[in-house]
């Protein structure tokens, strides 16, 4: 999540940190592919991935006042907060302290140890988003003084999530990259190298221009949607990797930017259809990451009606389809909890809708993610065996041509178990 909810009256508190007992594992209601978690960098990440002319300027972690390492963009510093890896610590610790990558459970920046969380709650696979210091589109590599260095950064980092984390199982983790947001055309070459490596996704933000770089609309960015679309590399766009995340008065505290989070997809998915970003590419596959989807019936509507006034606008071109048409044909939307929306899933399309964890950060539903899907889908009217599986996993597995769960994993599990009675 972009927004912590932080305890702002010890928000420096730095006395230790508290690890929870291991939790026990939940039983298998119904495998999951979850497709939004975020990873923890190591501080020698760059050491040896960039070109040695770069290392001393390359990020890497300095310590700060309290010998805490600290990553250094240039002159900029960011640190790791209990955000970056809130899992298996107790909210009274909930805070903007920085934090050593050892206060956090070790499956927050080991593979092999997050294996075994995602084991704990029945997570099959994942698909992992940077930390919040490196920005979840990248950001931060593009921001940098040097843009030969931010480029070779960006490449190492790339090199490093399919290379080390990917690599401890490949049938596991989804490989996502981050797109070079200075230079599209930069960008979308290495779209091209990078499906050959078997990258699946890129993380690219919902509104480049807030970053100070090129807009959506207009033909900017055309290289790199067109690159995306040849190679049928997913478009994720985290809720938030703007930046410009909804804060209605300067006071208000985060806990209203907390429950604004999804007004970020509405505004994301509506100014890309108006941009004509799936008109001019309708291969293009797009992901709104923890944007939720009970929204979605509602921002249809929206767009219905927006397009009675087409005549008194230039937006729209004859060949165009109606604005409705591309949020029901070139949107996906993840889902940490959306009950309503549940309930609503034939006005959005059980075939659009996917199911994330967001381990470690603040909404992550471990240890407890077979209980949410379970508590949101059990009984429902109308939501049989094979919807529940294109949910939990189906549908990110043909998204992201990701091997679906294993035979053992779908045969032990309640949802499994039901699909074979009624076969």
């Known amino acids: 999540m972009a927004v912590g909810v932080f305890n702002a009256v010890?928000?420096?508190?730095?006395?230790?940190?508290?690890?929870?007992?291991?939790?026990?594992?939940?039983?298998?209601?119904?495998?999951?592919?979850?497709?939004?978690?975020?990873?923890?960098?190591?501080?020698?990440?760059?050491?040896?991935?960039?070109?040695?002319?770069?290392?001393?300027?390359?990020?890497?972690?300095?310590?700060?006042?309290?010998?805490?390492?600290?990553?250094?963009?240039?002159?900029?510093?960011?640190?790791?907060?209990?955000?970056?890896?809130?899992?298996?610590?107790?909210?009274?610790?909930?805070?903007?302290?920085p934090q050593r990558p050892e206060e956090f459970r070790p499956g927050v920046a080991d593979p092999k140890a997050r294996l075994a969380d995602m084991d704990?709650?029945?997570?099959?696979?994942?698909?992992?988003?940077?930390?919040?210091?490196?920005?979840?589109?990248?950001?931060?590599?593009?921001?940098?003084?040097?843009?030969?260095?931010?480029?070779?950064?960006?490449?190492?980092?790339?090199?490093?999530?399919?290379?080390?984390?990917?690599?401890?199982?490949?049938?596991?983790?989804?490989?996502?990259?981050?797109?070079?947001?200075?230079?599209?055309?930069?960008?979308?070459?290495?779209?091209?190298?990078?499906?050959?490596?078997?990258?699946?996704?890129?993380?690219?933000?919902?509104?480049?221009?807030?970053?100070?770089?090129?807009?959506?609309?207009?033909?900017?960015?055309?290289?790199f949607f067109a690159a995306c679309e040849d190679t049928g590399t997913v478009v994720n766009l985290h809720c938030g990797s703007s930046g410009n995340i909804m804060r209605p008065s300067a006071d208000s505290p985060h806990e209203v930017m907390s429950a604004l989070f999804p007004v970020s997809g509405i505004v994301a998915v509506i100014d890309w259809i108006f941009a004509r970003v799936p008109s001019r590419f309708p291969n293009l596959r797009i992901v709104l990451s923890e944007s939720g989807f009970t929204w979605v019936p509602m921002a249809a509507e929206r767009l219905i009606r927006s397009y009675r006034g087409q005549d008194v606008t230039d937006v729209w071109r004859a060949d165009d389809a109606e604005p409705v048409h591309y949020l029901r044909e070139n949107f996906w939307f993840a889902s940490v909890e959306d009950p309503a929306g549940f309930q609503m899933i034939d006005m959005i399309g059980d075939d659009r809708v996917m199911v994330e964890t967001d381990y470690p950060?603040?909404?992550?539903?471990?240890?407890?993610?077979?209980?949410?899907?379970?508590?949101?889908?059990?009984?429902?009217?109308?939501?049989?065996?094979?919807?529940?599986q294109r949910i939990c996993y189906g549908n990110a597995a043909a998204l992201y041509s990701h091997p679906e769960p294993p035979a053992d994993w779908i045969d032990r599990s309640v949802v499994g178990r039901r699909a074979a009675a009624r076969a």
Not at 24 to 29: C, D, H, K, V, Y
Not at 55 to 70: C, E, H, K, T, Y
Not at 77 to 84: E, I, L, N, Q, Y
Not at 371 to 380: E, F, N, P, S
Request: a negative charge; one cysteine or more; glycine letters at 8%.
């Open 120 to 223: 704990l709650v029945g997570v099959w696979a994942q698909l992992g988003f940077p930390s919040m210091p490196f920005g979840f589109a990248g950001s931060s590599f593009a921001q940098m003084r040097d843009p030969e260095v931010g480029l070779a950064s960006l490449r190492a980092y790339n090199d490093w999530m399919i290379d080390q984390w990917c690599a401890a199982d490949r049938r596991r983790f989804i490989p996502c990259q981050l797109a070079w947001l200075r230079d599209p055309s930069v960008a979308a070459a290495d779209i091209y190298k990078n499906a050959d490596r078997g990258f699946r996704a890129v993380s690219f933000s919902e509104n480049p221009e807030h970053l100070g770089f090129g807009s959506i609309h207009g033909p900017h960015w055309e290289p």
């Open 361 to 388: 950060h603040f909404d992550t539903t471990w240890p407890l993610a077979q209980d949410m899907v379970r508590g949101q889908m059990d009984r429902l009217d109308g939501m049989t065996p094979d919807r529940i």
């Open 10 to 97: 010890d928000s420096n508190d730095r006395r230790g940190a508290t690890l929870l007992p291991d939790p026990e594992p939940e039983a298998l209601w119904c495998p999951i592919i979850s497709t939004d978690d975020h990873v923890l960098e190591p501080f020698d990440l760059f050491s040896d991935r960039v070109p040695a002319k770069f290392r001393d300027l390359a990020p890497r972690g300095v310590p700060n006042d309290d010998g805490i390492l600290v990553w250094a963009f240039d002159d900029h510093r960011a640190h790791f907060t209990v955000g970056d890896g809130a899992a298996g610590r107790p909210k009274r610790e909930w805070n903007a302290a």
